[in-house]
């Protein structure tokens, strides 16, 4: 460390990009007056393996494989905090949690009806599925131990419909003056949006719609085999910003005409997954730009780190 940072108790730390502590970590060590970078998984076990005796796996053979991944590029990312999108993470983290919750349930309860009553329930998420279930549990006679597990699980199931719901509506209020442009595209609504915005932060770390979209998993990977030049899926990313974005791209085939064109166009070459994965990569350039477009419109601070010349 240079005298001037010494002076300033400045840290200049490198952590292994991931959500959760991870994240909070560098949030504290952020505001504390400290730089940090994010180091990609991949870089890190890649310099593990390079460095370590024997390749295998421990928190300070990890620590060293993240400090020489930091050391040997310059141009990782730096984490930035934006309280707004910060606030917006605990609300999209949470709804996850809550539907996921949901998920398990509700599958528990149609495996239950089908078992016990010979019915298979329509969709629990909305108002006449639960009230079809509700009357068909009134009007059958069971025993009383199924009973009261079926009435439990509906009524856990219609309280975390609720909060979801409640989850949701606040969402709305935090994404919609962070991301105007971004929920104009067809397929975002305002929790693709909020899961944008809390996945991605500050869009300007991603000086280019490529760099996005290996971020996202949306970039196709080169393979040269036999002397012909080829593309495979890339398995990697932020799998949940990919779910984002599949999501994006069936709705923009239903209602779309540029995205059916588009799909026509690449079809008989590519087949339908193929065609699929074009529109998810043309999809990542429109969201750039529009992401660029509200960042541009933020009026409110962001903290980072000023690099120390």
């Given at each position: 460390?240079?005298?001037?940072?010494?002076?300033?108790?400045?840290?200049?730390?490198?952590?292994?990009?991931?959500?959760?502590?991870?994240?909070?970590?560098?949030?504290?060590?952020?505001?504390?007056?400290?730089?940090?970078?994010?180091?990609?998984?991949?870089?890190?076990?890649?310099?593990?393996?390079?460095?370590?005796?024997?390749?295998?796996?421990?928190?300070?053979?990890?620590?060293?494989?993240?400090?020489?991944?930091?050391?040997?590029?310059?141009?990782?990312?730096?984490?930035?905090?934006?309280?707004?999108?910060?606030?917006?993470?605990?609300?999209?983290?949470?709804?996850?949690?809550?539907?996921?919750?949901?998920?398990?349930?509700?599958?528990?309860?149609?495996?239950?009806?089908?078992?016990?009553?010979?019915?298979?329930?329509?969709?629990?998420?909305?108002?006449?599925?639960?009230?079809?279930?509700?009357?068909?549990?009134?009007?059958?006679?069971?025993?009383?131990?199924?009973?009261?597990?079926?009435?439990?699980?509906?009524?856990?199931?219609?309280?975390?419909?609720?909060?979801?719901?409640?989850l949701e509506a606040t969402i709305r209020e935090l994404v919609t003056p962070l991301?105007?442009?971004?929920?104009?595209?067809?397929?975002?609504?305002?929790?693709?949006?909020?899961?944008?915005?809390?996945?991605?932060?500050?869009?300007?770390?991603?000086?280019?719609?490529?760099?996005?979209?290996?971020?996202?998993?949306?970039?196709?990977?080169?393979?040269?085999?036999?002397?012909?030049?080829?593309?495979?899926?890339?398995?990697?990313?932020?799998?949940?910003?990919?779910?984002?974005?599949?999501?994006?791209?069936?709705?923009?085939?239903?209602?779309?005409?540029?995205?059916?064109?588009?799909?026509?166009?690449?079809?008989?070459?590519?087949?339908?997954?193929?065609?699929?994965?074009?529109?998810?990569?043309?999809?990542?350039?429109?969201?750039?730009?529009?992401?660029?477009?509200?960042?541009?419109?933020?009026?409110?601070?962001?903290?980072?780190?000023?690099?120390?010349?």
């Open positions: 460390m240079d005298p001037l940072n010494r002076r300033r108790q400045t840290c200049h730390l490198a952590i292994e990009d991931g959500r959760g502590f991870a994240r909070h970590l560098a949030d504290g060590l952020l505001l504390a007056g400290h730089e940090v970078v994010w180091v990609p998984t991949r870089l890190m076990a890649a310099h593990r393996k390079l460095h370590a005796a024997t390749g295998a796996k421990s928190d300070p053979v990890d620590a060293a494989a993240v400090a020489h991944a930091a050391i040997a590029t310059p141009g990782l990312d730096r984490h930035r905090i934006d309280e707004r999108v910060r606030e917006l993470r605990v609300l999209v983290d949470l709804r996850a949690d809550l539907v996921r919750r949901r998920t398990m349930v509700i599958n528990q309860v149609k495996a239950y009806t089908h078992l016990w009553l010979d019915h298979t329930p329509g969709d629990l998420t909305r108002g006449p599925g639960m009230t079809s279930l509700t009357t068909l549990l009134d009007d059958t006679e069971t025993s009383t131990h199924v009973r009261r597990v079926l009435v439990e699980m509906v009524t856990e199931i219609a309280e975390l419909n609720k909060r979801v719901r409640g991301a105007p442009a971004l929920m104009e595209i067809t397929g975002i609504s305002h929790v693709s949006a909020a899961v944008l915005l809390a996945e991605i932060g500050d869009i300007t770390r991603f000086t280019s719609s490529a760099k996005l979209a290996r971020y996202t998993g949306c970039a196709p990977i080169p393979v040269y085999s036999s002397d012909k030049e080829r593309h495979r899926l890339h398995r990697g990313g932020n799998r949940r910003l990919n779910s984002v974005l599949y999501t994006a791209a069936i709705v923009q085939q239903r209602f779309h005409p540029g995205a059916r064109e588009l799909l026509a166009r690449h079809e008989p070459t590519k087949g339908a997954r193929g065609a699929r994965r074009v529109l998810k990569r043309h999809l990542i350039d429109v969201i750039h730009r529009a992401m660029i477009r509200d960042r541009a419109s933020w009026q409110h601070h962001i903290t980072q780190h000023e690099l120390v010349a």
